[in-house]
């Protein structure tokens, strides 16, 4: 919601409450009875309804509602409006004796003085906590723009992750890899082509899901595995582990494999042994993906792979997993080092 339009909110409300005080004040002097003195009434009520109100409401407003309500911070939330209220009360007295003389308070019962102390406390709190619902209600108004939008970048994140994966120089690659194979061994040919096959058909299908079983990610990410071996005589030059149960787990499709396919991007050497390491360890809620692969700085690569980019990738995450992961990518000593954390409520 853009400043114009909560600071009409605000006018609003205060028009609004200045006809129902002034209501109140004709009722209460018979429709400004012409024995009334008008001026006395304005003063009267700026000390005793103006100044606990906007003070109230702007104190709420722009200070406890953003440093506490939002946070959630109860205890403090009632231990700052019961002081706001307190010393808007006290200050109402401060304003009424300026302007009236202290007779007019010290001269009457003392049950009086404390009644009205009450009262403006009362003013006070209440229209905080209109202060608090209207900033409540812009705040919500605006999170929910902001969670549209970022559901409609995510779609569009999701739809460029599906159409990325289909990358024509992987399948070319693959389906040559197998047609040799069909000449020298048709049954292992017949065995990658199947591996193709559920890696193609997850692709279209499953990804279309929110989640999907974190056994189905790794299946995944083995069968990708196996089609990437067929391309080398070294197959040592990968190890993928998993470690724990693995049943009780779900997460977003494709969350890792970006990852995977840029460890193969980028691993320049894949005639030495453990050229890329990959482990997903499961723990209660947690599920920690580790991946590292070799390279050699002086062999160029091409700079962003024929998929998402790191940035999309992570701006995926923060959006599925908000507050509820943890990335870190580091670059030393010719090894490059991925390490994510995903928690689940």
């Known amino acids: 919601m853009n400043k114009s339009t909560d600071l009409l909110i605000q006018i609003a409300f205060w028009i609004f409450y200045t006809i129902l005080l002034l209501i ?17 009434i304005f003063k009267v009520g700026m000390a005793f ?11 709420f407003y722009v200070v406890l509602f953003p440093k506490y309500i939002k946070t959630k ?19 109402s007295v401060l304003f009424v004796v300026l302007l009236f003389g202290y007779k007019m308070l010290f001269n009457q019962q ?34 929910m723009r902001i969670k549209e939008a970022l ?16 990358d024509p120089h992987f399948l070319f690659n693959t389906i040559n890899n197998i047609d ?3 000449l020298k061994d048709a049954q292992i040919a017949s065995v990658y082509l199947n591996k193709l096959s559920d890696i193609l058909r997850f692709m279209l299908y499953e990804t279309k899901q929110e989640t999907i079983p974190l056994s189905r990610e790794i299946e995944y990410i083995q069968q990708y595995i196996a089609l990437q071996k067929i391309r080398t005589s070294n197959t040592n030059f990968v190890t993928f582990s998993v470690i724990g149960d693995t049943n009780n787990h779900t997460i977003a499709p494709m969350a890792l494999i970006t990852f995977v396919e840029n460890a193969f991007k980028h691993s320049t050497n894949k005639k030495e042994p453990d050229a890329i390491v990959m482990t997903i360890r499961t723990e209660e809620k947690n ?13 160029k690569t091409e700079k962003e792979y024929n998929g998402l ?31 994510l954390l995903i928690t689940h409520d």
Not at 49 to 59: A, M, T
Not at 287 to 299: A, G, L, M, S
Request: proline share 1%; hydrophobic share 45%; aromatic share 14%.
């Open 24 to 40: 109140v004040v004709a009722a209460a002097t018979n429709g400004f009875a012409e024995n009334y003195n008008l001026r006395y």
């Open 49 to 59: 309804v103006f100044l606990p109100s906007v003070s109230g409401f702007y104190l």
């Open 73 to 91: 911070k109860v205890k403090q939330s009632l231990t700052g409006a019961l002081i706001t209220a307190l010393f808007l009360g006290l200050l």
């Open 110 to 143: 003392s049950d009086q003085f404390f009644f009205k102390i009450i009262s403006m406390m009362a003013i006070a709190l209440a229209t905080g906590l209109m202060g608090v619902a209207i900033k409540g209600f812009v705040t919500w108004y605006d999170e």
């Open 151 to 166: 559901t409609l970048k995510n779609h569009q994140i999701e739809l460029a992750l599906v159409k990325s994966q289909l």
């Open 180 to 182: 040799v194979l069909i």
């Open 287 to 299: 599920i920690y993906f580790e991946c590292k692969n070799k390279f050699n700085p002086d062999k």
């Open 309 to 339: 980019g790191q940035n999309l990738i992570q701006k995926r995450l923060e959006f599925i997993y908000k507050h509820r992961h943890k990335l870190e990518i580091k670059n030393k000593n010719n090894i490059y080092t991925v390490k």
